[in-house]
């Protein structure tokens, strides 16, 4: 079964830090783009970061730029979040996923629809 599993949430206190963790299972993403997205109770899904295949370039949504960092390890099939500087905003379920198509970039990579696998997702509560 090809899977991704998330990793690494947990509580911290503002301006904690915490590392996510993405891993595939069942086959390799590691010439997909990939992405961090995360969901409130009560709120739509938001993107969080992404990540093109090689790791060259990333980009983040508004209200994590400066305090996040996306990051990839092909050999490990792994991509990472790096999470500093945490707000009680933060708090949610974090999911990466995996794009649709292999040796592609494209612009719309804050789009859901980019994505074609997500995992069950690790919750991170921020208290303030």
């Known amino acids: 079964q090809v899977q991704l599993v998330e990793s690494g949430g947990g509580l911290v206190q503002t301006g904690g830090s915490l590392r996510l963790s993405c891993a595939a299972s069942?086959?390799?993403?590691?010439?997909?783009?990939m992405a961090w997205w995360r969901q409130a109770p009560g709120k739509e899904r938001e993107f969080v970061a992404h990540?093109?295949?090689?790791?060259?370039?990333?980009h983040y949504g508004d209200s994590v730029k400066g305090r996040f960092t996306t990051s990839r390890d092909n050999a490990k099939g792994t991509v990472y979040l790096q999470m500093n500087d945490l707000k009680p905003e933060d708090t949610a379920a974090y999911y990466c996923a995996a794009a649709k198509r292999p040796f592609y970039s494209g612009t719309d990579y804050y789009q859901p629809n980019y994505y074609e696998l997500w995992g069950q997702g690790t919750q991170v509560t921020v208290s303030s």
């Open positions: 069942g086959r390799t993403f590691m010439s997909n783009d």
């Open positions: 990540i093109t295949i090689g790791g060259v370039v990333t």
